[in-house]
């Protein structure tokens, strides 16, 4: 690798204090660990987001598919301050989540993925990519937009947005505004976890993410489907 | 202000909202038609997170009143705090916006 | 009147079902209810569909003339029941009458419903079509917001508490793991819904103080029930079902009129009319199928139909008499909670159930020498109710 060119063609990297790793109990009762990875999880975690390329329901794929580029952009030092936090349960990857910096006072929220349904990973990390930046980072806004309808209407609404005016840099929808004062209103409601993690649960987290087959990653995403009967 | 007609049965005096062809205690069939009057007693509330389609506003209130007459209601309470048996005023404002048009409810404010 | 068998029934999975029709869900069931009673090629008299919404929730209508052709059952009667939640249970009592009265001799009861083809707001919002327009569903109230107002009222007067709420769940999804039509296949704990200082997050407030997990989820799904005469069960190679007992009371519609808010009298008088027909008291039932289609309606419901004093519901929950290896097993399938609320199916499907743990059929989740079952099915907010009790012969 031509070191020079390859210099110009990374971008400058922010410094970024690291999150701080929590524990949430799910409804079940099991405790799943959010934590921020770093590029050499990303092989790993492609593995998990391949799969959902061919769900389209509720635009698995396209979240999927815009996921897959983003992280692998991360890895291969093509995306500017990016950042991805995941959500382990027993060491399996329950979900992902992703942004990045887009300025000293701004952040862009860029995908959220769940691969277990039903047990609110996907919000709880949400609110742990909304945490980072706006407890950790000094950032005074996120700015969000949402693929799917589900997406729309629990976020936007939920949180209470301010929409803006503008492209966000996905192309969609137009995007909304979580400034750091409606983030510490609805903190309470909305954020959960618990510092520090019991060593041995981060050690577990930390030592591998485990990830399940391709169609056992698919089934659970769409459900059962093979009938009873 | 003109809020909703109510019902007082002419011939055992039961009040009712909303109306009834025929009297819900006696079955007669003519009735007074009244107004609710006076302050509004919060019999139970509840505080809706989880929107209906059409609605965008997180945290509304809705109760069900008492009024000093006997007319009880439905309506959305404005209030910062809420309680039981709380004594409440009516006013008649929008509620809820269908078809692109206002529709106009009870609105209950601390008395 | 004459007897009433339930002679053939059929289900299939309660949940997300995408890929495929309302109509063709019913007509599975349908012709499984026909082939598990052998009915071979004696014609179905008449036809009952339960189902709430199709015209909102599908844009299909007549849905009762559909399955009939789906199935070729034709020149069959058929109609279709609207009883909001409680459209299962009042097509169970139109076929039940339809066979006592002597006019059919074999009648095909489906309960359907395909829900989530809108989206959950909108399902929402066609659900809450059941409420007063003027009085009550201008203020945006909703299903969870009548039963957060009743739920209130319950917690002041007898002392229920949240806990007791999500017990009802956390029971419930137990019972539902066992039950592999469930729409939820999943354990909770009380702990991470309830106990947990952040438990507020992970199970967060619907309509106060109605929280996530106190509310059925929105289901697709149906289940179906052949109910013959005598003569013709005599002739079937099944294991029939006597319907024993059938009742319907109605109350006012809205809430606010209702002589006592916490009164559930719809289901007392529902309740007591299809105990007097069976002949037997609510002390005779071995397990019961109520519509918790919110947890605070188990405890209230289980007290209104007459098996545990007015406000004890809630203490026999604590003592596990509830569960299915105590003294009154209460939704062994799941309930509303855990199997999914396809609100037509819901009336269909806790008679299916009932039939299962009557014949001995019900796998993990059977009641030991269960003879006599109860099922309740909630239309409004209680104001119709529809109350079955079914007996092993």
């Not at chain 2, 069939?29 to 997170?49: D, H, N």
């Not at chain 3, 559909?66 to 459209?87: F, H, I, K, T």
């Amino acid at each position: 690798m031509d070191m020079e060119l390859e210099a110009m063609l990374r971008p400058p990297e922010t410094p970024m204090a690291p999150y701080p790793p929590k524990m949430i109990t799910l409804a079940t009762g099991a405790k799943m660990i959010v934590r921020q990875v770093d590029r050499s999880a990303v092989p790993t975690l492609l593995k998990a987001v391949r799969p959902t390329l061919d769900i389209p329901r509720d635009y698995y794929d396209v979240v999927g598919a815009r996921l897959y580029a983003e992280l692998l952009g991360w890895y291969r030092h093509r995306v500017r301050d990016e950042f991805c936090l995941v959500g382990q349960v027993d060491g399996y990857l329950a979900g992902i989540v992703n942004s990045r910096l887009f300025s000293t006072k701004t952040c862009i929220s860029l995908h959220t993925l769940s691969l277990e349904r039903g047990l609110r990973i996907g919000a709880h990390l949400f609110a742990a990519k909304m945490e980072y930046p706006l407890e950790y980072l000094d950032i005074e806004e996120v700015l969000i937009t949402a693929e799917s309808p589900i997406g729309f209407r629990r976020w936007m609404i939920e949180y209470g947005l301010e929409p803006r005016d503008g492209q966000h840099e996905l192309g969609g929808a137009d995007y909304f505004a979580l400034t750091k004062d409606i983030y510490l209103k609805n903190k309470d409601r909305l954020v959960a976890g618990e510092r520090p993690v019991p060593p041995d649960l981060l050690e577990e987290a930390e030592k591998e993410i485990k990830i399940r087959a391709a169609d056992k990653i698919r089934e659970k995403i769409e459900g059962v489907k093979e009938e009873t009967q | 202000m003109k809020t909703v007609t109510a019902f007082r049965c002419k011939k055992c005096g039961l009040v009712m909202y909303p109306g009834h062809l025929r009297c819900l205690k006696c079955n007669n069939r003519e009735f007074e038609k009244i107004e609710p009057e006076g302050a509004a007693k919060l019999l139970t509330y509840t505080v809706i997170e989880q929107l209906p389609w059409g609605i965008d506003e997180r945290g509304r209130i809705i109760g069900v009143v008492e009024f000093e007459n006997g007319v009880k209601a439905m309506g959305v309470v404005q209030a910062e705090e809420v309680s039981m048996g709380q004594k409440l005023q009516a006013a008649w404002e929008p509620v809820r916006y269908i078809a692109g048009e206002d529709v106009y409810g009870f609105t209950f404010y601390p008395a | 009147m004459k007897a009433v068998y339930a002679a053939g029934v059929g289900m299939t999975r309660f949940g997300r079902r995408d890929e495929v029709s309302l109509v063709d869900m019913m007509a599975d069931v349908g012709l499984q209810a026909i082939d598990d009673a052998g009915l071979g090629e004696q014609p179905v008299d008449m036809v009952y569909v339960g189902n709430m919404a199709s015209g909102l929730f599908n844009h299909q209508v007549s849905v009762a003339s559909a399955l009939v052709d789906r199935l070729n059952l034709m020149p069959a009667a058929a109609d279709r029941v609207e009883n909001g939640p409680a459209s299962g249970g009042s097509a169970i009592k139109n076929g039940f009458l339809a066979v006592a009265s002597g006019y059919a001799d074999v009648v095909l009861v489906v309960g359907g419903e395909k829900m989530r083809e809108v989206i959950g707001p909108k399902a929402t919002d066609v659900v809450a079509c059941m409420t007063h327009m003027e009085a009550e569903y201008v203020y945006g109230v909703t299903l969870p917001a009548m039963a957060g107002m009743f739920t209130r009222l319950y917690m002041e007067k007898y002392g229920v508490t949240r806990e007791h709420l999500s017990m009802v769940a956390v029971k419930n999804h137990k019972n539902g793991t066992l039950n592999p039509y469930a729409h939820i296949q999943m354990e909770i704990s009380l702990f991470g819904i309830y106990g947990h200082p952040q438990s507020h997050v992970t199970n967060p407030v619907v309509a106060d103080p109605i929280h996530l997990y106190d509310c059925c989820p929105v289901s697709d799904g149906a289940a179906a029930v052949l109910l013959v005469s005598e003569e013709m069960a005599k002739k079937l190679d099944a294991k029939p079902v006597l319907v024993a007992g059938v009742g319907q009371a109605t109350d006012t519609h809205t809430l606010q009129e209702r002589a006592e808010p916490t009164d559930l009298k719809a289901v007392r008088i529902a309740s007591e009319k299809a105990f007097d027909l069976a002949g037997i008291k609510p002390k005779d039932i071995d397990v019961a199928e109520l519509h918790d289609a919110f947890t605070i309606l188990e405890i209230a419901e289980s007290e209104h139909a007459g098996f545990f004093k007015k406000g004890e519901g809630a203490k026999a929950l604590v003592e596990g008499k509830t569960q299915i290896g105590g003294s009154l097993p209460i939704n062994p399938s799941g309930g509303l909670k855990a199997r999914g609320h396809p609100v037509g199916a819901t009336g269909v499907a806790q008679a299916v159930e009932l039939v299962w743990q009557l014949r001995g059929e019900a796998g993990d989740r059977q009641v030991k020498k269960a003879k006599n079952g109860f099922s309740l099915n909630f239309g409004g907010f209680g104001n119709n109710v529809v109350s079955l009790v079914l007996r092993r012969v």
